[in-house]
């Protein structure tokens, strides 16, 4: 498993908060996008998040990765992209 991190400067906890519900209102991934998870981790605090998406494969990541830099960004995405990342998911363990 691949691990797409993204990391947001400048999201105030409304934008987190609508940037939420607008992934949490979708059916699924955009489309093109072959991803198998998300993960958004809001910290209004210090106005800053991170979306770590989740993908089976390698080249899953890289497909994903290309189709979500060439869209344009919905408007719940406010702030600043500081970083994009990859990772490969070496432990993913939840407690029973």
Known sequence: MY???V????MDQEAIRQFTEMINSADGPPEGVPSSGIMVLGDPQNSRGLVIGLFDTEDDLRTG????????RPPQATGDI??????EVTVERRAE
């Open 65 to 72: 990765d290309a189709a979500l830099r060439a869209m344009d």
């Open 7 to 10: 990391r947001w400067e400048g």
């Open 3 to 5: 691990a797409r991190v």
């Open 82 to 87: 500081s970083s994009v990342e990859f990772y």
